[in-house]
């Protein structure tokens, strides 16, 4: 008999991107993209969608180089953050917990084999609009931002792997993470890329490979926004802006979603979602597995191929891809 | 401490609809939203969208007056089957089992209090494309159809009850469903209508208040197409067609979908889901209590306010409301 | 053999609305429709798209009551705009020529046979964008704003009337305005609303009934965004901002395009235009005339029926609708 | 004082492709974009767009090679076309009058410098829905199709030209053409790209350089859907449906249309239009010259820069160039 589904996480519940541009990336994210800042503190700033509920669902710190500072899950009850904590630890990658961080209770780090930090959490804040600020939705936390081509949440991120199967494995077994797409070498061969959930999402994380000799590399974070349009839109906004487009729009094959990518000003790549694609509803499905041969359709169904930067470039970046890549003097 | 969440459903496989029309209603859902059919059987059809996986999410079975047949939900393993089909016996509105239904292996009857027919099981066969008919996606399980306004897949179902708190109370214990938003009686009082889910979905079905005497009626189903043009289109046909618009477009304040309801030719009515709206992801959400006084904003949020067939029509219909409701002579 | 048509105004080129509030009407169409600010000179602002050459579409003025300051058409010549002076001089209705007024040369005054006031002039003032306004576009004027949901151009307008048919023959016979669409008594009788341009748009003006004894009145005015989204998008944020929206988001039968109605500050009807709907080439288009009898056709053919207020408001409003019309105390 | 302007041409009224699979190339635009056949007669079929109210505006004739058979423009009269006749003769281009084309009277022929055939008539037919075909709206001539994404209408098309200079300025002088936006060399050099209209289109055709030796060839014909979303659509259908995607979705820095190119069955490339951009109302509109150094902006402005085939390939193509670009054996 199969062995039940671990279904400890509930969901990625924020992410901490660095930047060596804090205001210029605050300044992206508030006024182009349209979320707000719920705290400042030291040299971060917390700021959340207009559709989410808790404290914050990113977090932005000052730092020599772009790149992502940590990612964190929260689980779905206090007992099951106690038997993921136990699989973590049981699995010699744990590195025990924090406490204090704003936003949420006490939260157990611990790292992916690449180096990437993760965090779990149970305990968390829940944001209240300032005054004035309320929406005439009850069940809408923040009024929609007049400003930007706004976005609802924070809908997944990418890491590069050298050992995408160890880390699928490793994901899957400790945290109940379950694949949904996969690349694989033809011939039924190993992974090279992988999409993971924990959610009805098609994918809250993948991981892709890492391309040069780099550890814990972040490949982009992806905010929804929900229409095609807006990525018109924001498209729009960015050639206007000065912000460097680097594909799309288009719509992936993986996942069906669609896509816009762009560098936000400290050098990180962040995605625009506009339709959300395929929710995976399917608690037997099975991997639908790529050959690697078909790659130009799983990576763009409709719309160009990627360019040659979507996999040679990621954060922190090896130094001949980031002036490029950012637009950057 | 609090109790961990029941989680064994997985998500709503598929629904009966009634019709007395049975052509007609196949003719709509394949000719106009892109449906196809997987199977005929004696007096039923069973139907799928492009995007969906198992044998069918929609049977059509011949009869006298139009309705909810039965609502199939798939658990999320053999065990959680097991488990909830002893829930279910507990409560004492078990029915038993079931075989031999085309498409899925053995199922659990049971009915709700007021009467509306469902069952959950675990197998299920999948669908494959015949020749010729299979996408250039190998996550897609049919070629996108070349006609109507194609929908995606099965998204929910509203039904009526006559005790919403009792109903509501049950699918809670004994299923896992999570209310994700309710109408009460203003001041913290009664719900008067509720809508659950077992998935990120905002709502997976929905109880509405039964309007007149009768019991175990079905207030609409809807299917999601993914785009509000898709719903401008649609309408766009629906009025070329001679298929009767109830209402829409416009975006509902719980759930944030936008919506166009129409009726089938058997005089079910049929809400296309365009935006799906806002996912909830958190664990511990807290019902959102839409106090009656707001139960505009709450019904629609953009858009003209529901018409009073909303809340007065269900299937099977009150004699006197159908020929006005669909049109019919 | 026919007459050859006239062909002298070349285009709607601004219209002044009234209002007692003109702060409150310049925050309306700047920060929610993304107009700018192009020059204030004494009771009035002047604005334009940023899509828009012209120094300003849009006059907004202080005044007791809201209402049509003026419409101004631009000829395609200066000797087109020596005809249609003989023309209308000829026709009894001739104000005489002004000077000075920002952003045009000389412009000569009449009256439509209900009162409202309209211009015509050859010379014009182009606006240049500020620096750091410039947008990357060579063919677009200013730089697509950041804010609200941003509208490219003035698009049309809609007057009351109480002699429709012999205002109608005016502009044609005078201006050369083509008949594109009307509302007429069944059995082919007499126009009682009528839809008329100069361009290629569906209409660049329209007549409607006055339903009551005032003189001069103006329906709405109307900007074109552009896209059905924006439509969804504006509603939401009306929504939240406390702007009254009257209706939509729906699709006209006339014209075909999509639209949704709000009332700015200043108590005017505005129509934000998604989908532009059909444009009109035929060069020997016979007008399509409605009988009264398919209105609601003729008046939405995808939503919901138009309610009592669209034909009882215009602007200055008769004393009773004002308050409920725009939601003041 | 300035000269008036020629207005004597009021659109494009058709276009005949060539193909050397002439059902193949009905299918397509039937099945896939909606048309529908109003005549068949030899080698040839007309199809018209569900908005189009002539006899047709889209000839398919049966040919060895693909390509342009001929363009046809109406004018806005009778004397009209006797003053256009007349400049054409006085010019040395014309070829003379034709008789007997279904769907419109008497043709002027003419053909353009680099050799591609022209016609101007003013007596055209309507075409009238067949029984049952009936759209619910007085002014659309047939009903919405159930099948594909249904287009419109024809929008415009683009051909190669040795000499752009010299056929804009034919166009211009004999037929009264306005340039809306052109590709210079930089420094105000010559023009080496042109787009032009006699409507408020930004425009109604295009003029770009022929790349190779070739005479008389297309570049695009264009076909305008009207939404952005059908550009997903059709690039989703297309996909399925083995028709090649040359480009996009994507929106031009000319123009500011959204479009999708992709090579109909006989090898022709076909554009679908989304968003129809910006109109032109400005009668004493200055031509928007792009330096040659800006052509990435000007040709997308939103998307990946264009292909290197958008460039070499036209009707009848140079023999290597077909079978990658039409993805033929």
Redo the contacts between chains.
């Keep these: 008999?199969?062995a039940?589904?671990v279904?400890d996480l509930?969901?990625?519940a924020h992410i901490e991107l660095l930047t060596p541009d804090l205001e210029g990336s605050v300044a992206f994210f508030t006024?182009?993209m349209g979320l707000h800042i719920t705290e400042r503190s030291g040299q971060s700033a917390y700021l959340a969608c207009y559709?989410e509920?808790?404290h914050h669902s990113l977090k932005l710190t000052r730092s020599d180089r772009p790149g992502l500072g940590h990612a964190a899950w929260?689980?779905?009850?206090?007992?099951?953050l106690a038997r993921r904590v136990a699989a973590i630890e049981a699995s010699g990658r744990g590195r025990g917990w924090i406490e204090g961080e704003p936003g949420h209770g006490p939260a157990y780090q611990f790292d992916l084999p690449n180096g990437q930090r993760w965090e779990i959490f149970w305990e968390?804040d829940y944001a209240s609009a300032p005054d004035g600020q309320a929406?005439?939705?009850?069940?809408?936390p923040f009024?929609?931002p007049?400003?930007?081509i706004p976005v609802?949440?924070l809908d997944h991120f990418n890491l590069t792997a050298k050992d995408v199967e160890g880390t699928r494995d490793f994901l899957a077994a400790t945290l109940g993470f379950a694949e949904r797409?996969a690349v694989v070498v033809d011939g039924n061969g190993p992974t090279v890329a992988s999409w993971l959930s924990v959610?009805?999402?098609s994918h809250d994380m993948a991981l892709v490979p890492e391309p040069g000799p780099a550890a814990g590399r972040l490949h982009h974070a992806c905010f929804c926004a929900?229409?095609?349009?807006?990525l018109?839109d924001f498209?729009?906004?960015c050639?206007?802006?000065g912000v460097r487009?680097e594909?799309?729009?288009?719509?992936h094959?993986?996942?069906?979603t669609?896509f816009l990518y762009v560098f936000e000003p400290g050098g990180n790549r962040i995605e625009m979602l506009g339709?959300?694609g395929?929710?995976v509803?399917?608690?037997?499905w099975a991997t639908?597995?790529?050959p690697a041969s078909?790659l130009p359709?799983?990576a763009v169904?409709?719309?160009?191929g990627l360019?040659g930067s979507f996999w040679e470039y990621a954060t922190p970046p090896d130094a001949p891809y980031l002036a490029e890549a950012v637009g950057a003097a």
């Design positions: 008999m199969d039940e589904p279904l509930a969901h990625l006024e182009l559709e509920r808790y929260r689980t779905r009850s206090a007992a099951a968390v929406s005439g939705l009850l069940n809408r009024r929609r007049r400003t930007g609802r949440r797409e959610t009805n999402l929900g229409t095609n349009e807006a018109f498209a729009d906004l050639r206007e802006e487009i594909h799309g729009p288009g719509r094959g993986i996942g069906k669609t339709d959300p395929a929710l509803f399917d608690p037997s639908v597995r790529w078909q359709v799983a169904w409709t719309g160009t360019p």
